[in-house]
Structures are given as C-alpha cells and as structure tokens.
C-alpha cells in the first residue's frame, strides 16, 4: 500500500505514517523510485493495536481474544461432539444465548447446553461485553462525529469508507450492527449488503441502511434489522441498538 492509502485505512495523516515508518513502527520498503510502500499485513496489525488502545482509552468493554462459546468450554482434547450438532455452533453465532426461546426464560433452544444461560459462566462474560457497531460509508467526517460521541457510551463505533477497509474492519472487530450508508449508490450498497450478509463469520450481525427516505428495496431486496433516516444522529442510533434485549 502507498502511504496515503495506509494513512486512510489507519485514519491518519499521510505525514503520520511516513513518521512511522523512519522511525521503524511499521514495516516497509522502498521502490525503486524511492517511494514507501507498506505491506497490507503490517497495516491489518497495525490497525488491530490502535482500536485496542482506542478501546481502553474509551473504557468500553471488550473480550481481549474472541472466543467462540464452543471454544471457550473446549479442552484439551478438543470441541466436545455435542457441540458440534448445537444451533449455535452450526450457525456461528457471536453470542449463543442471542438463540434462546423467545419466552425470555433463558433456556437455551437446543437440549446440549445443560444450564440455563443466566448461569452459564460464558454468558456472563460475553453478556457484558458492549455491543459494537461498523458504519460504512463514503463520508469520513461524519462517521467521526458518530465515534466521537460513542466514545462516552457503552457502544464501540468504527467505520470505513471502501470494500477494503470495510473486510479489514469486520475482521478486527467482528460488529454486532452494521450500518450501510446509501451514499454509496444502490449497486454497490447491494454489493455491501450481500458481502456482508453472506460472510460466515457474522452470522448474527444486524444490518441497518441509512438514506434519507426509506426505500430499502431499491437497495436490498432481502430482509433488513432496520432503516434508519440520514443523516443520523448517535443517540438515533443507540435507541436502535438498544431496541435488541
């Protein structure tokens, strides 16, 4: 990656990362014509320690190494068989106990847990975790002013502005919600959409569109969590996160 390009991914200044790169923070090498070029691997671990630190410094909550609910109650001898034929696991939910009876008993919709989720020890550490929303769109600044505002919340804010930063972003954080902005032109929100809807590491994610009069169809033809008005503001967006017990 040019350093421009690197600058954008890390939402810093060009100058920033030339900085870092002289004085070795990052890896990189020259071309022939003397021009920095990073490779992408560097910028994705790069980018991974600045929202951690983004996250502490924000006080927001989050697990320190993601862990599936198979994976965590894993031993030694690897997953227990009785997982493997789980709802949860078959469908790579983020938050298992999200698959519970709709009664709001808590007891699990599959016989294989063998505890209620209150009492599970996985759900008490997973439950407290703050949720995390990624916002897409080709408008930088005011997804800043959404983070900014998130920061004093319970709710991580992150957001990206191409196919790119978007995979490296979903990769790093693993959102809860997603928000499309419609900015995009219907083409290429319907390619973010279906992107989005079909990776297999987000099952579970919500995804919202954002536009200013809401005509979904003329952007997904599939099954939305919600719309909501453009532009939007972050208590608008925390009402609709909070909507979800």
């Known amino acids: 990656m040019t350093t421009s390009e690197a600058a954008r991914i890390l939402s810093v200044s060009s100058d920033t990362v030339l900085k870092w790169v002289?004085?070795?923070k990052i890896e990189a090498y020259r071309t022939p014509g003397g021009h920095a070029r990073i490779p992408i691997?560097?910028?994705n671990e790069l980018l991974a320690d600045r929202?951690?630190?983004?996250?502490?410094a924000s006080g927001i909550t989050q697990l320190s190494s993601f862990r599936y609910c198979w994976e965590f109650n894993?031993?030694?001898d690897g997953i227990d068989p009785s997982c493997v034929s789980c709802?949860?696991?078959r469908s790579r939910a983020l938050r298992c106990y999200?698959?519970?009876e709709k009664d709001g008993s808590g007891t699990p919709i599959h016989?294989?847990?063998r505890e209620r989720c209150q009492d599970c020890e996985y759900y008490r550490i997973v439950s407290t975790v703050n949720k995390s929303v990624l916002?897409?769109?080709p408008g930088r600044k005011w997804i800043d002013e959404i983070v900014k505002y998130a920061k004093e919340s319970g709710i991580f804010v992150e957001g990206a502005t191409s196919e790119y930063e978007c995979a490296v972003r979903i990769n790093a954080m693993r959102p809860d919600f997603v928000v499309i902005d419609c900015g995009f032109g219907s083409a290429r929100t319907r390619r973010f959409y279906r992107h989005i809807s079909e990776d297999n590491r987000l099952p579970m994610t919500r995804i919202i569109l954002a536009s200013r009069t809401a005509r979904s169809r003329e952007y997904c033809d599939e099954e939305i969590f919600g719309w909501i008005s453009k532009p939007f503001s972050f208590e608008q967006l925390r009402s609709m996160i909070h909507s979800v017990k």
Not at 51 to 56: P, V
């Open 51 to 56: 929202s951690k630190m983004a996250r502490r």
């Open 111 to 113: 016989h294989y847990c």
């Open 87 to 89: 709802l949860a696991y």
């Open 135 to 137: 916002i897409v769109s």
């Open 98 to 100: 999200e698959l519970r």
């Open 74 to 76: 894993s031993s030694s």
């Open 22 to 24: 002289r004085a070795g």
């Open 41 to 43: 691997n560097a910028v």
